[in-house]
């Protein structure tokens, strides 16, 4: 079953913004940490940004001034602002919990970065 739909990817010139979502269809939202993943080509995947359930979101290292993770627990939405982008940032970006058990992986949305 469809747990999280992710939109918002594209093509952007480095230096340039985009604003990721994430749908959540799962009753209990509210209660998960959530994050934001994402999957380079031949690379693992990685964590990019957590959110919990109230406190302060954290980064991995290579994004932390440049992206920004929000939620909206009344509409089960989590929100990745990226900016100032660079090549390196190009990959597949999926939500999910920070914990298993996880969510269905939704499909993702390629972000790329490019001139």
């Known amino acids: 079953q469809v747990q999280v739909v992710e939109s918002g990817g594209g093509l952007v010139q480095p230096g340039g913004s985009l604003r990721l979502s994430c749908v959540a269809s799962v009753s209990d939202f509210s209660n998960y940490m959530m994050a934001w993943y994402r999957q380079a080509p031949g690379k693992e995947r990685e964590l990019v940004a957590e959110?919990?359930?109230?406190?302060?979101?954290d980064y991995e290292a290579s994004v932390k001034g440049r992206f920004t993770i929000s939620r909206d627990n009344a509409k089960k939405i989590v929100y990745l602002q990226m900016n100032n982008l660079r090549a390196d940032d190009t990959a597949i970006y999926y939500c999910n919990k920070k914990w298993f058990p996880y969510l269905a992986w939704g499909q993702g949305t390629q972000v790329t970065v490019s001139s």
């Open positions: 959110i919990p359930r109230r406190g302060t979101p």
